[in-house]
């Protein structure tokens, strides 16, 4: 038996590493997602390419849009990949940025102390989110769709109740302003030479906390302990819980990571528009599940990367801004995303049955 | 009392109810330092009930459990595998979306570095993988690939590689035979009799007899949640074991009743011959 093993002559050696390339290729989660961002790029540049899409303007444009979105699907998909879903993020960014709004114009915290806040409540909206679905062992589906309304019902009606309207602004006049901004919401000039009437490039920061966390997110899943467990709960809880992975506790950490990733995206709208809306945020929580679905990652979990998450949302963002560009009425975008989602999924489906058959 | 006398694992009249089903009664058994213990009876007998006490999954509700002499009160399977009690389960094997070697380390992963991000060394991993899959004859030519494409046979190999690397002292094995053909159930009795070897003392569950008898010292009858008792192979042929355990009665009953039912139905079709069905029922089995 051992002779059969060793005896392999060293043709068969290049016919390994062909095909394991070729494998490891497709067994990449993310291989439909990067695929997908590069036609759509291609696409919206022979439609609109003649309009200005492919230009440095164009590109800091749709690159802050997907950041933003990016940001949600990153810890959305890790949160997936661990086999939960959180449909109350978009709430959570209602509620994070009108509580840093509220607390620095209202009761005149210095903004830094606000944003703090907002953070505490985040994490324990995502812990009370976590602890939620670990114990009453409801689908996460079912609690989170409860937390999306009584957060943002929470956060019309204090709203209303302290300041007696739904919009607050005035935070650019808060103490602690400057040095905020510049962590959240300043931008990278560069001056962009298709532009006729001169006007530059801005590349908003949100692209680097966005690259930072995909990066970040990346590591511990495929190079850390905690990365392992997360793809054992999504894959089976139970055989995950048997050979001693914390799942419970593992879980309710990722509630807190969307959470968390919810109230940065609501501090950086509001430290960029300088006001807050109580209605921020609707429907995000649709857009990161659909950005990290067309990234590749399994609805059911146990499957998926960030890296495909960052990729999904960079397609959306493409999409999103690119029909713009077109002189399509944006009214059509919803029906791109749509249809994009279901293409997304097939396509994906294909690949990774081709990936499993490999061998 | 020497160490090597004191039983391993040993439980005392130990029950079980879920609701109203009663999956255990005053079950004893133990198991030694390095014997292959088979854990034997027919579906429902309370085999995976009483495995699932030992490695931590479900308390007992009555009884004792004691391991090398000491009772424990285990409330994870956690508790379990610190003290070297290592489990593969029936349904719940491995996880087939993740790759070999994630399912190999999971719950054990290997790191190194000292941040609280510690780094999971997963080249090294991947080394060890194909190491110690080789060292029980399996070669597979790529620990990264899904556990899913690999056959019921290799998955339980790989588990019980698994168990064996991490230094179980216990190793239990929930029906690693029942879903596979006749060779690579072979394999996998081989790897078994391999643990036993190495002086890992196992609990092999099977309602397969003729995989119990050749690898099993001693053997632990299960019927409805009761025990007949624990027998050693000069105690017991292997006639009386498919006997005892499977309900060899209950196959001498079913045969009666067959052949009254044969009967029955013949004499019925030559009293009243049907009009329909000429060629009737008896006329055939007759
Ligand atoms: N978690 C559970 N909840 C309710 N009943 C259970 C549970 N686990 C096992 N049982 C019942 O206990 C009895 C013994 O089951 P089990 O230990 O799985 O038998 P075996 O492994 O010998 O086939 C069966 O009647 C089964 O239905
Ligand atoms: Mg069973």
């Known amino acids: 038996m051992s002779i059969e093993v060793t005896a392999g002559p060293s043709s068969s050696d290049e016919r390994l590493l062909r095909e394991s390339f070729l494998r490891k290729l497709l067994r990449r989660p993310e291989l439909g997602a990067v695929s997908g961002a590069v036609l759509v790029w291609v696409l919206f540049a022979v439609l609109a390419g003649d309009r200005g899409f492919v230009s440095l303007r164009a590109t800091a444009n749709f690159l802050e849009v997907a950041s933003e979105l990016g940001i949600l699907a990153v810890a959305v998909a890790l949160l997936m990949i661990g086999g939960e879903f959180d449909l109350s993020i978009g709430s959570i960014i209602g509620g994070a940025g009108m509580a840093v709004t ?132 999504g894959g089976d809880a139970n055989a995950a819980r048997n050979v001693g992975v914390p799942v419970s506790r593992m879980k309710v950490i990722l509630f807190m990571v969307t959470a968390t990733s919810a109230w940065l995206v609501g501090t950086i709208q509001v430290l960029s528009a300088g006001s807050a809306d109580t209605l921020r945020g609707e429907q995000r929580e649709f857009y990161a599940i659909i950005a990290v679905v067309i990234g590749g990652t399994l609805l059911t979990g146990g499957y998926g990367s960030a890296l495909g998450a960052v990729f999904g949302a960079l397609t959306v963002g493409m999409v999103q801004q690119g029909i713009v560009y077109t002189g399509i009425d944006s009214d059509w975008f919803m029906v791109f995303l749509g249809a994009m989602l279901i293409v997304a999924v097939l396509v994906n489906n294909y690949i990774r049955k081709r990936a499993a058959e490999v061998k | ?237 292997r006639s009386d074991m498919i006997q005892m355990m499977s309900g060899g009665e209950e196959l001498e009953d079913l045969e009666r009743e067959l052949r009254e039912f044969r009967e029955q139905a013949s004499s019925r079709s030559a009293e009243t011959p049907s009009q329909e069905e000429p060629g009737g029922f008896g006329e055939e089995s007759g």
Not at chain 1, 128 to 145: H, M
Not at chain 2, 76 to 87: K, Q
């Open chain 1, 102 to 233: 509220i607390l620095s114009v209202e009761y005149q915290w210095n903004l830094w102390a606000a944003i703090g806040m907002a953070l505490l409540f985040s994490l324990a909206v995502g812990a009370i989110n976590g602890l939620l679905v670990v114990r009453t062992k409801l689908p996460s589906f079912i609690i989170t769709l409860g937390s999306l309304f009584i957060i943002r019902g929470v956060t019309i009606g204090l709203t209303r109740l302290i300041t007696g309207r739904t919009q607050v602004g005035g935070v650019k006049a808060a103490a602690g302003y400057d040095s905020a901004a510049s962590v959240f919401t300043s931008a990278i000039k560069i001056t962009d030479p298709a532009s006729k009437r001169g006007l530059p490039a801005e590349f908003s920061i949100s692209i680097l906390w966005w690259l930072i966390i995909a990066a970040l997110a990346t590591y511990v899943l495929l190079r850390t302990r905690p990365g392992n467990w997360i793809f054992g709960i």
């Open chain 2, 1 to 237: 009392m020497s160490a090597d006398q004191t039983p391993i694992v040993e439980a005392r009249n130990i029950s079980k109810y879920f609701g109203g089903v009663i999956a255990l009664k005053d079950v004893s058994m133990e198991l030694r330092h390095g014997e292959v213990m088979c854990l034997l009876g027919d579906n429902g007998a309370g085999k995976s009930t009483l495995i699932k006490i030992l490695s931590g999954v479900h308390p007992p509700d009555e009884g004792e459990y004691l391991v090398e002499g000491r009772t424990v009160h285990f409330t994870s399977p956690r508790d379990a595998l610190e003290h070297g009690i290592a489990t593969v389960y029936q349904d719940l094997a491995m996880i087939p979306l993740m790759s070999i070697t994630r399912n190999f380390f999971l719950g054990s992963e290997l790191t190194q570095g000292w941040s609280f991000l510690k780094r999971f060394d997963i080249r090294r991993a991947n080394c060890i993988v194909h190491e110690e899959l080789r060292k029980m004859g399996i070669d597979i030519r790529d620990p990264a690939q899904p556990v899913g494409t690999l056959s019921g046979g290799e998955r339980q190999s790989v588990a019980i590689a698994r168990a064996v690397y991490f230094g179980a002292k216990v190793l239990i094995l929930d029906e690693p035979t029942s879903a596979l053909g006749v060779k690579q159930a072979g394999v996998v009795l081989r790897y078994i009799a391999q643990a036993r070897m190495r002086g890992i003392a196992v609990i092999l569950i099977t309602h397969n007899p003729h995989h119990a008898y050749p690898i099993g010292d001693r053997f632990t009858i299960l019927k409805r949640g009761r025990t007949l008792g624990t027998f050693t192979k000069a105690e017991l042929s």
